[in-house]
């Protein structure tokens, strides 16, 4: 299976993963041949690739850090949650009391699965709908956040917290309209400001109804300050802030980076990760360096050229080494003149590295869908 964007479906291909809506509720099944109106429906709902079963790597399969239906129910109580809050405040406290006490024993389970994992590698890339972009940003968040805080050996319960606040750190964003949301082009400066705003809005919405705890308002108040003071809303410095919204800060900016938005495509693993490092000053080096632990550069399917002079598809990756993935090699660079393959892994191997990853559209045709050798 690989990740293949919509823009290069075609009908007969054989979906390899669920595609839900924010709700949950299903848009195409795993197993799913593909028709016309299929993929107009999913270019219309501005969902960007879909899992398919192809010839490349046939034998491959992608998993989740976590079960399917685990982070489909996350969505849903994420999705509930905010929405409860634009209640009176007498539902609004009631749904908050039901909230926490879902979102908690869901924790339970995710955290139970993310220890269990023993190579606790980010390979699938989440398949959103844009509309539905701030309920799952925040369960990805919050995996990832879990995923940074077990690498730096933090108790079940502190993940559990930290898992409850990423849940939870876009809460104030129910405040800011949809228009300044979504808007697709350059905010102007009262708008960015707006936008600047939802940590205080969160804030208030939570504060005085003795549900949370300390740590879980840090990350809904603080999870946009940055060590070097250039963050928001109050432009702390890292004295200031404690390590729940540190981890949270990293994991919401990578999960954005990689994200759609109304205004950019999002950017690639290897290319969000450029840019973090290029901004490295605002983040904890140590939490970076956890949160590194979990991601893979090239995730699995991801067509990467190396300087060998193959080209070759990702088919695994190895907890703790995100630039070093075993590659199926397919064919040379040069013409692109196939090859019987075969596989490196570069985790072995002195001096071979990717220094390419390359489009659907970069490629021959034939070559993408040639039958395996």
């Known amino acids: 299976m690989r990740l293949v964007p919509v823009w290069a479906l075609r009908p007969g291909m054989k979906v390899a993963r669920r595609v839900s809506r924010g709700n949950g509720a299903p848009l195409l099944n795993a197993g799913v041949k593909l028709e016309m109106e299929y993929i107009q429906q999913l270019k219309k709902l501005n969902v960007r690739a879909v899992y398919i079963h192809d010839n490349l790597i046939p034998d491959i399969e992608i998993e989740d ?22 209640e009176d405040d007498h539902k609004k406290l009631s749904s908050l009391f039901l909230a926490k006490k879902e979102l908690s024993s869901l924790l339970d389970d995710i955290v139970t699965q993310l220890l269990s994992n023993k190579n606790l590698t980010v390979n699938l890339s989440d398949i959103r709908c844009t509309d539905d972009y701030t309920f799952s940003h925040s369960v990805n968040v919050a995996v990832l956040s879990i995923m940074t805080g077990i690498s730096m050996g933090i108790s079940k319960s502190e993940l559990k917290d930290i898992g409850l606040g990423a849940f939870l750190h876009d809460l104030g964003k129910v405040v800011v309209p949809l228009s300044i949301l979504n808007k697709p082009d350059r905010l102007e400066e009262d708008e960015r400001l707006e936008i600047e705003r939802h940590p205080v809005y969160g804030i208030n919405l939570v ?12 990350i809904i108040h603080k999870h946009h300050e940055r060590i070097d003071g250039s963050g928001y809303p109050q432009g702390l410095q890292g004295h200031d802030l404690d390590l729940y919204p540190k981890v949270c800060a990293v994991a919401d900016v990578y999960d954005a980076l990689v994200s759609d938005r109304p205004y950019r495509q999002g950017f690639k693993p290897h290319e969000a990760m450029e840019i973090m490092d290029s901004e490295c000053g605002g983040y904890d080096l140590q939490v970076m360096q956890k949160f590194y632990h979990h991601l893979a550069a090239y995730p699995i399917g991801t067509i990467v050229g190396l300087n060998n002079g193959y080209i070759g598809v990702v088919v695994s990756n190895t907890h703790g080494y995100p630039y070093l993935p075993r590659v199926r090699i397919i064919c040379e660079r040069e013409y692109f003149a196939p090859l019987e393959s075969f596989e490196i892994d570069l985790l072995d191997t002195m001096n ?3 220094d390419r990853v390359y489009n659907d559209h970069e490629l021959p045709g034939d070559l993408l869908n040639r039958e395996p050798s």
Not at 65 to 86: C, G
Not at 207 to 218: D, Q, V, Y
Request: glycine share 6%; no cysteine; aromatic share 8%.
């Open 65 to 86: 850090v976590i079960l399917d239906q685990t982070r489909e129910k996350a969505i849903y109580l994420v999705n509930n949650t905010m929405n409860s809050l634009k």
């Open 207 to 218: 504060k005085g109804r003795h549900l949370f705890n300390g740590p879980i308002f840090s």
């Open 352 to 354: 071979v590295a990717v």
